[in-house]
């Protein structure tokens, strides 16, 4: 298993961030041919989502229509004012899984692997492990 983190910064509160390519130079440093790459974020209020990154309207689509289901103002229990970005994240969920074929990683044609930030500008952390099979 190779492990790396990886330091996202974020600039918006609600920002899908298109990290592919550092997770793919990842999985090329790690020396693994064949295998699975897993990706983790280690917070509550982000997550982590495969999706298009070929048109980058798609991106800013789900960020809008997600605002749209999950408004900001609402009556949360929670104190802290971000539990839209609790339940987005619950949406998008903390983790995601990519082939790797031949020592690369191995999307769809039009993936991308996204940070989705719901509670930002601030900076996350991103794990990302592989392992051979
Ligand atoms: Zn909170």
Known sequence: MSWVTLEVKTTRRAQLVDITERVAAAVERSGKSDGACHV????TTAGVTVNEGADPDVARDIESRLAELVPKEAAFQH???NSDSHIKTV??????????HGGKLAL?????IFLCEWDGPRTRSVEVA???L
């Open 108 to 112: 769809g044609r039009w993936q991308a």
């Open 130 to 132: 592989v392992s051979a």
């Open 79 to 81: 104190a802290e004012g």
């Open 91 to 100: 949406l998008v969920g903390p983790s995601c899984v990519a082939p790797v």
């Open 40 to 43: 983790f974020v280690p917070h």
